[in-house]
């Protein structure tokens, strides 16, 4: 059984797998270092003001450029508000539709418009019954 037992059966076991060489951990650095400004290219060379900069300004054109994705941002961007404005109208459009329709007629047809309709709230009136039985 599991009961509890102060004397250890084996001793505690380090468990080390070396790594001698990680070709991730290495494109990492290397593209870390070129981020940087310290590429393998530049380690003999001294800082120059402005060099991380600079390094950081010619990657992110050189991503842009690759990618091409500047001429699709303001399509995307149009088409979705086109959709917004889009659903926006077709909320309204009923709300503006009844507001020209009241507008148009007189305020005699708007009060027996108002009478017409049906009302839950409105209290009931109770007529007496005049039916006489013979």
Known sequence: MGLFSPVKKHANKFRYIPRYYDPEKERREQRRRELHGTSSEQEGQEYQPGQYIR????????????NEGGRKTPSMMFLMLFAVLVIIIYMLYPRIVEAFSTARTSPEEQAQQEIEEFNPYTPIT????DYKEE
Not at 126 to 129: A, D, G, L
């Open 126 to 129: 109770i007529v007496p019954n």
């Open 55 to 66: 390094t950081q300004r010619d990657a992110r054109r050189a991503a842009k450029s690759s």
